[in-house]
T-cell receptor, first 114, second 114 residues
Framework: GNSVTQMEGPVTLSEEAFLTINCTYTATGYPSLFWYVQYPGEGLQLLLKATKADDKGSNKGFEATYRKETTSFHLEKGSVQVSDSAVYFCALSADTGTASKLTFGTGTRLQVTL | GAVVSQHPSWVICKSGTSVKIECRSLDFQATTMFWYRQFPKQSLMLMATSNEGSKATYEQGVEKDKFLINHASLTLSTLTVTSAHPEDSSFYIC??????????FGPGTRLTVT
């Protein structure tokens, strides 16, 4: 079956530090890959996505590249801010179409301090 | 962007009673909605796919007689936890897909069974 593995947290960084959250996946076929973010007290929000190999998703300074050869989709940001403190989920969808089921990783909590 | 709401946000009930959780798409229609369960420090696990006008599709291992799902309209899906027990205590999250790849998540409902 499909699965997503992401690094355990929490990750604690100082403001302006470089962020990497690792994510690897197992899936049949060619899944679409996503990063979702959950801010305290809010629902999950799509942060970025990539739908095919070598695609790079980016948003709000975050980036992730779909690497089929290593089955990875690592999340990076060059300079984190306190407002980036949240839980980040890597996810995949192996279905086509819009009503697609998602398989999530366990989530990684990021805490950014001044 | 599209908004999904859940009600209640937090509920406490006694063991043996039933609890209904509502999921509403506020500004768009959703023929399909998804229900997830999230345990502390763990990933979101898909429980079932709610289909407007037809029966829900349950994931393997999810008791359909315990977790009743009704998708009565294009904007409302309900999850009823019947004869709740302490092991049903969890965080329940719904989502609804938009017109593109993005899924919109509700803020979640925390259920505590005493």
């Amino acid at each position: 079956g499909n699965s997503v593995t992401q690094m355990e947290g929490p990750v604690t960084l100082s403001e302006e530090a470089f962020l990497t959250i690792n994510c690897t996946y197992t899936a049949t076929g060619y899944p679409s890959l996503f990063w979702y973010v959950q801010y305290p007290g809010e629902g999950l929000q799509l942060l970025l996505k990539a739908t095919k190999a070598d695609d790079k998703g980016s948003n709000k300074g975050f980036e992730a590249t779909y690497r089929k050869e290593t089955t990875s989709f690592h999340l990076e940001k060059g300079s984190v801010q306190v407002s980036d403190s949240a839980v980040y989920f890597c996810a995949l969808s192996a279905d086509t179409g819009t009503a697609s089921k998602l398989t999530f990783g366990t989530g990684t909590r990021l805490q950014v301090t001044l | 962007g599209a908004v999904v709401s859940q009600h209640p946000s937090w509920v406490i009930c006694k063991s043996g009673t039933s609890v209904k959780i509502e999921c509403r798409s506020l500004d768009f229609q959703a023929t399909t909605m998804f229900w997830y369960r999230q345990f502390p420090k763990q990933s979101l696990m898909l429980m079932a796919t709610s289909n407007e006008g037809s029966k829900a599709t349950y994931e393997q291992g999810v008791e359909k007689d315990k977790f009743l799902i009704n998708h009565a309209s294009l904007t409302l899906s309900t999850l009823t936890v019947t004869s709740a027990h302490p092991e049903d205590s969890s965080f329940y999250i719904c989502s609804a897909p938009g017109r593109t790849w993005e899924q919109y998540f509700g803020p979640g409902t925390r259920l505590t069974v005493t």
